[in-house]
């Protein structure tokens, strides 16, 4: 395994965590950020292309879909409070607009935060992810 920006082995106890995060967020491979940790949407690959990292033993579960709709959710609620009380639109349009809104922020958020719950677990050295000696 070695750190993509300047090529150097990586330790096995270093796995900073905001780096992590943000390399799953990418949906890019939490270890070195430049292979896929993603394919088909949301199937996280059994391990990374570039530097071999094992993804299989993951335990994402429901966490990206809990996340995903307590974002959504919290966003998507007040501005519709906001929306109907300030511009009063008619049903059918408020519907149709909050209808798409959630749809796509849902589709958006929910393949990234599954990359960041792996990365997450991966940082912590959670459910097989632990480094090997
Ligand atoms: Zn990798």
Known sequence: MTDSA???PIDDTDRPM?????????RKCPCCGEGKLLHSYLKV???????????????ADDGPAYLTILIV?????????????????????????????????SLYLLPRLKGA??????????HGFETSA
């Open 73 to 105: 959710g919290h966003l998507m609620a007040p501005l519709l409070h906001v929306t109907f009380t300030t511009f009063r639109p008619e049903p059918l349009t408020l519907f149709t607009i909050f209808a798409v809104g959630c749809t796509s922020l």
């Open 117 to 126: 719950v792996v990365a997450f677990q991966w940082a912590r050295e959670m």
């Open 18 to 26: 905001r780096q992590s995060l943000w390399r799953g967020w990418r």
């Open 6 to 8: 300047t090529n150097a």
């Open 45 to 59: 690959n059994n391990s990374c292309s570039v530097c071999g990292e094992e993804f299989h033993h993951h335990r």
